[in-house]
């Protein structure tokens, strides 16, 4: 199976093309520019150079959060506006998810797996994943944490633990010197990879694009707004 993945859910925009037994082409960079100018440009160039068009691909894959509101929707409007005009089938991954896959058949490794993404002031975005004889297993569902109370929670683990993401490395400089048994991912695998999503995919399996959204884990500023107005009002 052909899929394409798109992950536009923070600073680096990454796309990749896989099978199931190899990554055809992956292109991933940190831009200043907006997700919407270069994410298309990036698809078009990867699939020229792979010797593939947009026909061959047989599933999409998006990140549906959490992440940046805005990136997220470039990611999901990406694949949905691909997928209805192909008439193919997509999956939505979560970021946390994705992360953790960037471990997916390091052998030998069984530890704890925690992607952490910066939400606002002390909040963070968190999971707990095993990787286990090359693969991935969610061990708690994805959430949103007061980044002292996940300090605690990692800290009283026996395991080893991981960290990868956005926030990785400041969380491990708070507990590097107590907690031996909590180790941090290098940068290549504590950035989003097209290619990760890819096979997160693969692994979810795929379905309409109608079934594709955003799962961003806290209200947005507009309903934030709204309810201060309606507070407001009564």
């Known amino acids: 199976m052909l899929v394409l993945g798109i992950?536009?859910?923070?600073?680096?925009a990454s796309c990749a093309l896989c099978t199931e037994d190899a990554v055809l082409a992956q292109n991933t960079f940190v831009t200043k520019l907006t997700h919407?100018?270069?994410?298309?440009?990036?698809?078009?160039?990867?699939?020229?150079?792979?010797?593939?068009?947009?026909?061959?691909?047989?599933?999409?894959?998006a990140v549906s959060g959490p992440g940046s509101y805005t990136g997220l929707r470039i990611g999901i409007a990406a694949v949905k506006g691909l997928?209805?005009?192909?008439?193919?089938?997509?999956?939505g991954v979560s970021s946390l998810m994705s992360l953790a896959y960037?471990?997916?058949?390091?052998?030998?490794?069984?530890?704890?797996?925690?992607?952490?993404?910066?939400?606002?002031?002390?909040?963070?975005?968190?999971?707990?994943?095993?990787?286990e004889n090359g693969n991935i297993i969610r061990e708690r569902e994805d959430g949103i944490t007061q980044v002292k109370q996940l300090a605690d929670e990692l800290s009283s683990l026996s395991q080893n633990v991981i960290l990868t993401g956005d926030y990785a490395e400041t969380l491990y400089a708070s507990l590097k010197d107590k907690c031996?048994?909590?180790?941090?991912?290098?940068?290549?695998?504590?950035?989003?990879?097209?290619?990760?999503?890819?096979?997160?995919?693969?692994?979810?399996?795929f379905?309409?694009?109608?079934?594709?959204?955003?799962?961003?884990?806290?209200?947005?500023?507009a309903e934030k707004d709204l309810n201060e107005a309606q507070g407001s009002a009564k």
């Open 7 to 12: 992950d536009t859910s923070g600073k680096t």
């Open 36 to 61: 919407s100018q270069v994410i298309m440009p990036m698809c078009k160039k990867m699939l020229s150079d792979a010797g593939k068009t947009l026909s061959d691909v047989e599933g999409f894959a």
């Open 180 to 205: 031996s048994h909590i180790s941090l991912a290098p940068p290549l695998l504590r950035a989003p990879l097209a290619l990760s999503l890819c096979y997160a995919a693969m692994d979810m399996g």
């Open 83 to 91: 997928c209805f005009g192909l008439d193919k089938n997509c999956a």
């Open 102 to 131: 960037n471990f997916r058949g390091i052998s030998p490794l069984d530890s704890i797996i925690c992607p952490v993404m910066h939400a606002r002031q002390e909040l963070v975005y968190n999971a707990v994943f095993k990787a």
């Open 207 to 221: 379905s309409s694009p109608d079934d594709l959204n955003a799962e961003y884990l806290q209200i947005t500023k």
